[in-house]
T-cell receptor, first 114, second 112 residues
Framework: EPEVTQTPSHQVTQMGQEVILRCVPI?????FYWYRQILGQKVEFLVS????????KSEIFDDQFSVERPDGSNFTLKIRSTKLEDSAMYFC????????????FGDGTRLSIL | QKEVEQNSGPLSVPEGAIASLNCTYS??????FFWYRQYSGKSPELIMF????GDKEDGRFTAQLNKASQYVSLLIRDSQPSDSATYLC????????????FGTGTRLTIIP
């Protein structure tokens, strides 16, 4: 069964550094998403992306964050000048079409900021 | 603030019994609802989705939606130890809006 793949599975970074989290969505899917889950808390929406542009973003997704689809298969989340509170699981998801189609999640990247 | 509420549990159910998981939502305009299963340290895995009032069955799982009461439930029949996980309820506000809003999840334990 097709799946969303994310790399790396675990990223450890010093505070203030930049990180790039990578995702390969399901191949025929058109909508892409990033979510995060701080340990013990809810899964929170960050951003949705369609047709090479952001379609929606949450208040969490401020200027520190950016997304890009650099080629036909990858979808990336960049976090600049990381802070301790950025430590979380980051999940990429994709859907065949937009709402209300189900979103399928990757295995996540655990980001640890030291 | 548009919220999805779940009882955090833990909910303990004997093996072979029916597990009933409940969820309420505050945004009356919400149109579609999703149940995800999340094992500890893992990602959300889609179990069921439902758009229309009533019941939707898939194998041992039944999702129920009552838009008038703003209530969604998930029934798991013939519960198995492998069903032990946290079950996340999520809602999409309306067609065309991509932001899934998740509840905190209900931790389910199936007792052999």
């Amino acid at each position: 069964e097709p799946e969303v793949t994310q790399t790396p599975s675990h990223q450890v970074t010093q505070m203030g550094q930049e990180v790039i989290l990578r995702c390969v969505p399901i191949s025929n899917h058109l909508y892409f998403y990033w979510y995060r889950q701080i340990l013990g808390q809810k899964v929170e929406f960050l951003v949705s992306f369609y047709n090479n542009e952001i379609s929606e973003k949450s208040e969490i997704f401020d200027d520190q964050f950016s997304v890009e689809r650099p080629d036909g298969s990858n979808f990336t989340l960049k976090i600049r000048s990381t802070k301790l509170e950025d430590s979380a699981m980051y999940f990429c998801a994709s859907s065949l079409k937009g709402s209300p189609q189900p979103q399928h999640f990757g295995d996540g990247t655990r980001l640890s900021i030291l | 603030q548009k919220e999805v509420e779940q009882n955090s549990g833990p909910l303990s159910v004997p093996e072979g019994a029916i597990a009933s998981l409940n969820c309420t939502y505050s945004d009356r305009g919400s149109q579609s609802f999703f149940w995800y299963r999340q094992y500890s340290g893992k990602s959300p895995e889609l179990i069921m989705f439902i758009y229309s009032n009533g019941d939707k069955e898939d194998g041992r799982f039944t999702a129920q939606l009552n838009k008038a009461s703003q209530y969604v439930s998930l029934l798991i029949r013939d519960s198995q130890p492998s069903d032990s996980a946290t079950y996340l309820c999520a809602a999409l506000p309306n067609f065309g809006n991509e932001k899934l809003t998740f509840g905190t999840g209900t931790r389910l334990t199936i007792i052999p």
